[in-house]
């Protein structure tokens, strides 16, 4: 029973973490050989664009009445090969050369691009396929390296380590990224409370997020959802050690230094949701926040909680004075 189990359990594991290539089809379909548009082809090449993952294989299929090629390169369009006699310019990628109606021709893509194609017989046929990179199932930094988390940084003074993880571990646009992040005494291994920082995203090379944080707990967390995809820099900077802790800064961490300049740097990349392609605006909700709530709580209830029992006290009270007050008057 218990082999029985871990068979499952094993066959489970190896068919998610397989990838397989995929295969598409475009069709040439009938009529591809006029230009004028009056044949019942409506676009040359069906789907004219396709996007597909680095190992796939397309395969096109001749339904035309005339023999085609798919060739890599230029097209002219279709008035540059009315007007000019344009005929295109093959940049050697790839090149089926022709094949004849009812024939197919297949092609793996083994890099990741934009490929323009155009067919050198008429070459007002063009088409586009979009070679996207293999998503991995295991985090990795911005140049590939896979990584560990938590993720491990010392500030450039070594006074503060910040640890950072994020959830899922492979980032993809439109899909809810948490970033998870501890501050830590590197001598002491303790955990750094009531941390300031700026919490900032880059991606391609812009800043597209910016917070200010401050950690109650040691750490905190932000939820991010990326629109774009591309390599991304996750920066922790300007942290400064709290107040209680300041004095001790000068005399046990030695030197002095410029606390805005206490940064740390994690890379790595978004992909492409092959599942998704938009998402509902999302807000961000730190921590942090929650002790406001108490915070507001003790003010929204404990307050008026209280002065409503001063009322009630104050009311019980109030009929003995009520009680007393014919008798003094007394008629
Ligand atoms: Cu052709």
Request: proline share 7%; glycine share 6%; charged share 20%.
């Amino acid at each position: 029973m218990k082999f029985l189990l871990l068979s499952i359990l094993f066959a489970l594991l190896t068919s998610t973490s397989f990838v397989y290539a995929e295969e598409y089809i475009i069709d040439i379909p009938f009529g591809a050989y006029n230009p004028e548009l009056n044949t019942p082809a409506e676009v040359w090449y069906d789907p004219p664009q396709i996007t597909v993952t680095v190992g796939d294989v397309i395969t096109w299929y001749n339904d035309d009445r005339e023999a085609h090629t798919v060739t890599s390169g230029e097209s002219p369009g279709r008035f540059g090969w009315m007007d000019n006699r344009d005929f295109g310019t093959p940049d050697g990628v790839f090149d089926s050369a022709q094949f004849a109606p009812g024939e197919s021709w297949s092609y793996k893509f083994e890099e990741s691009g934009s490929f323009t194609y155009f067919c050198i017989i008429h070459p007002w046929m063009e088409g586009i396929v979009i070679v996207e990179k293999e998503i991995p199932d295991y985090p990795h930094d911005a140049t590939g390296k896979k990584l560990e988390f938590p993720l491990l940084q010392y500030t450039p003074d070594r006074n503060i380590e910040v640890n950072l993880t994020w959830d899922p571990p492979v980032i993809k646009t439109h899909e809810k990224i948490q970033f998870v992040y501890q501050f830590y005494d590197p001598r002491s291994n303790s955990n750094l409370a009531e941390m300031k920082y700026n919490f900032v995203i880059f991606q391609n090379g812009q800043e597209i997020f910016r917070d200010e944080g401050l950690s109650q707990i040691g750490g905190d967390y932000r939820n991010f959802v990326f629109s774009d995809s591309g390599s991304i820099i996750v920066r922790i900077e300007g942290i400064q050690t709290p107040s209680f802790l300041a004095e001790e800064s000068v005399t046990v961490f030695g030197k002095v230094e410029s606390k805005e300049q206490r940064s740390v740097d994690f890379t790595s990349a978004v992909y492409d949701n092959p599942e998704k392609t938009t998402h509902e605006t999302y807000h961000i909700k730190p921590a942090q926040r929650l002790t406001t709530y108490y915070e507001l709580m003790l003010f929204i209830i404990l307050i008026p909680g209280v002065m409503f029992l001063i009322a009630l006290f104050w009311l019980k009270k109030k009929p003995k004075i009520s009680d007393e007050t014919p008798g003094a008057v007394k008629i």
